[in-house]
């Protein structure tokens, strides 16, 4: 299964497209996409049905990543991998340039 989050339009306004589909492994064959969701009623709290749509972490993973590539970004910030290796890159070059003038 792959799941794709893609960027409608150039403004925010326009939202994420998600696209979940199957491809087989021979090209000359068809594939399989989703191409509706239906709503339907439902007891509240119920958390004993199935999940409509269950996703292998390499498809939740691939997700994410295609969230992050059109923008999104966790509410609260906290524990970004990336931009805690940029901080990381950042200090590193801080350190340099302080122990540099402290030589001279």
């Known amino acids: 299964m792959n799941v794709h989050a893609v960027k409608q339009g150039y403004r925010a306004a326009h939202g994420i497209g998600l696209f979940i589909d199957e491809y ?8 399989k996409t989703v191409t509706q969701l239906i709503w339907a009623e439902a007891e509240p709290y119920a958390l004993n049905k199935p999940a409509p749509i269950q996703l292998s972490q390499e498809a939740a993973q ?3 990543d295609a969230f992050w590539d059109c923008g999104l970004r966790p509410t609260e910030g906290s524990g970004s991998a990336g931009s805690f290796a940029a901080q990381g890159r ?3 070059d801080m350190r340099k340039l302080v122990f540099r003038r402290s030589r001279k």
Do not use: E, Q, V
Not at 24 to 31: A, C, E, F, L, Q
């Open 24 to 31: 087989p492994k021979y090209s000359g064959d068809k594939g």
């Open 62 to 64: 691939n997700l994410m």
């Open 90 to 92: 950042h200090l590193a």
